[in-house]
């Protein structure tokens, strides 16, 4: 080994780059943590990983497509500021 490194082009951080991942520390009421950690026993996967899906459907649920009437609302509001 030697005496000294130079550490003068180091970057702080990980070597690598996360895989679309990151850690976050959160607290969560007990009674979700017991549910998600019973499914996850019943069904053989990490209750982590059901916390993660469950997140995800909600989004993709919340995140709803504009529909027609909303659309033509939009447009006729637009359109009155613009003429």
Do not use: W
């Not at 080994?1 to 990980?14: A, L, Q, T, V």
């Not at 990983?49 to 609302?73: F, Q, Y």
């Amino acid at each position: 080994m030697r005496k000294e490194y130079d550490f003068s082009e180091g970057k702080r951080g990980p070597i690598l780059k996360s895989s679309g991942k990151t850690r976050v520390t959160m607290y969560l009421d007990n009674h979700v943590i017991e549910a998600f950690r019973a499914k996850g026993d019943s069904t053989g996967r990490g209750y982590q990983t059901l916390i993660n899906e469950a997140l995800g459907e909600h989004i993709a649920r919340a995140a709803k497509p504009v529909d027609a009437r909303t659309l033509r609302r939009i447009l006729r509001e637009e359109l009155k500021k613009a003429g």
